[in-house]
């Protein structure tokens, strides 16, 4: 962009013409008792069928009372980063709960997810060494591996076949072309497909490579104890030595940790710039978080009751005759190629009391562009039911792409 009074208004005026503007909506309350999935932002409440409280414990009282009660203890700050005096007991025991929980060793919190992911790169990718991602990964992975100055490969998405391919010449490479790192989302946040876990911690061992998950979104949803994609596929510790998931989604509050062995750990503390260099969360957070932990451990019908609405609106989808990606987790995504489409959908969704934002490029790759609908243990059957009549109409109103 070029450097003069007028270049941002150009670009931004761009950008509108190619309907990929972004604009903000400020929520002025909730409707609903729970305050998930009927947020207020004009004259009218809408149904929520875009957010990642999963779990439905965003708004939860019990998680209200933990953090009211820390906050009447600690303060609404942390004041400090943690090495210096930003890390109070209610942090030190989430990270020994989060270790607990993931069945790893020991766990290091982070005030987001995009932090965590770039810090754990970071700092264990040197320069020259090979970093492999998929194409799809969150942008917070593919930003570790640049700042780590490694080299990034980008695998076809889900395609181990095609990352052993890109491994392969590291056979005969130098220490500093060797592969440093595997990553993967777990679950792809705008797919909602689950990622061939397996396969790839298979050939992390086999190029003794480091093998990063970043199960943002199905730690809490999926398995029948909330274990994520590595509970469904049976991985532990060994198979995948480091684990990053956020607090935000099915837990409910903010934040993000890594969890693995402690050493391991120990050292990401000493490197992960966006660790050391930043303040603390708030100890009323964390405390909200550990009630949250306490809540998808004690109450799995939360988990039970959320696949039985994906099953309720997948059945119902395909009554419609409507498309959907291939996924069985909370994310379902509907594809319509182009960035008009997708807003004209959104808006008509908006006017039938729906709100399922537009999802698109940079987002998304050029020409994926979508809705992308996410259901929660909050809704209930007639909201699902709902959406999936108003999402026929919106789709059947459109101009043909």
Known sequence: MHRSPQAAADALAALQQQHLRRTRRTVQGYADEAGTTQPRWGQAPLVNFCGNDYLGLARDPRLTAALTAAAAHWGVGSGASHLVTGHTHEHQQLEEELAAFTGRESALLFSTGYMANVGVVSALCGRGERVLQDRLNHASLIDGARLSGGRLLRYRHNDVADAARLLAPAEAATEAGSAALIATDGVFSMDGDVAPVSGLAALAQQHQAWLLVDDAHGLG?????????????????????????????????????????????????????????????????????????????????????????????????????????????????????????????????????????????????????????????????????????????????????
């Open 221 to 401: 949803v999926l398995g029948a104890h909330g274990g994520g994609v590595l509970e469904l596929a049976g991985l532990g510790a060994q198979q995948v030595p480091l684990l990053v998931g956020t607090l935000g989604k099915a837990l409910g509050t903010f934040g993000a940790f890594v969890a693995g062995e402690r050493d391991l750990i120990d050292y990401i503390l000493q490197r992960a710039r966006s660790y050391i260099y930043t303040t603390a969360l708030p100890p009323a957070v964390a405390a909200a978080t550990r009630a949250a932990l306490t809540l998808v451990r004690d109450e799995p019908w939360r988990r039970d009751r959320l696949q039985g609405l994906i099953a309720r609106f997948r059945a119902a989808a395909v009554r419609e005759g409507l498309a959907l990606g291939d996924s069985e987790t909370p994310i379902q995504p509907v594809l319509l190629g182009d960035a008009a489409r997708a807003l004209a959908a959104s808006l008509a969704l908006q006017q039938a009391g729906y709100w399922v934002a537009a999802i698109r490029a940079p987002t998304v790759p050029a020409g994926t562009e979508r809705l992308r609908i996410t259901l929660s243990a909050a809704h209930d059957e007639a909201q699902v039911d709902g959406l999936v009549a108003a999402l026929a109409g919106a789709l059947h109103g459109l101009e043909p792409g």
